[in-house]
């Protein structure tokens, strides 16, 4: 049994690349650790949907913003906004995701990444 296992997101498993933005999966044991990375302009319905084959984005997701702002809305109307710093849970329901504003929005996830834009 290892004693230790390092990875770095400069060298990932897996990169799933789409319109504005790009998703990076590290494996560690049992984990999969995601990290999203979407330019300005970058939003779910139109750069991730058509990958997904859904309308919304039905994943759920646990995780910390690194850098940047994003807007979370919920099909039933409610609507958050992400910002760095932040240690966020999204609920699988139905939702949609668009980055605010003109800067790099970066995020960790630590649960849901190995199903996202899949």
Do not use: Q
């Not at 990076?24 to 984990?31: D, G, P, Q, R, Y």
């Not at 940047?68 to 109307?77: E, I, L, S």
């Not at 710093?85 to 609920?91: A, H, I, K, N, P």
């Amino acid at each position: 049994m290892k004693n230790i296992i390092l990875k770095r997101f400069e060298m990932p498993d897996e990169i799933r690349t789409f319109e504005k933005g790009k998703f990076e999966i590290v494996e560690l044991a049992n984990m999969t650790i995601g990290r999203a990375t979407y330019a300005p302009g970058w939003k779910w319905s139109a750069d991730v949907s058509p990958l997904s084959g859904t309308e919304y984005c039905e994943v759920e997701h646990l995780g910390m913003v690194i850098s940047g702002k994003a807007t979370v809305a919920f099909k039933d109307g409610k609507i958050h906004t992400l910002s760095e710093g932040d240690l966020f849970y999204v609920s699988p329901d139905p939702h949609d995701s668009w980055v605010v504003g003109d800067k790099e929005y970066v995020s960790l996830h630590f649960l849901g990444a190995e199903k996202y834009a899949d």
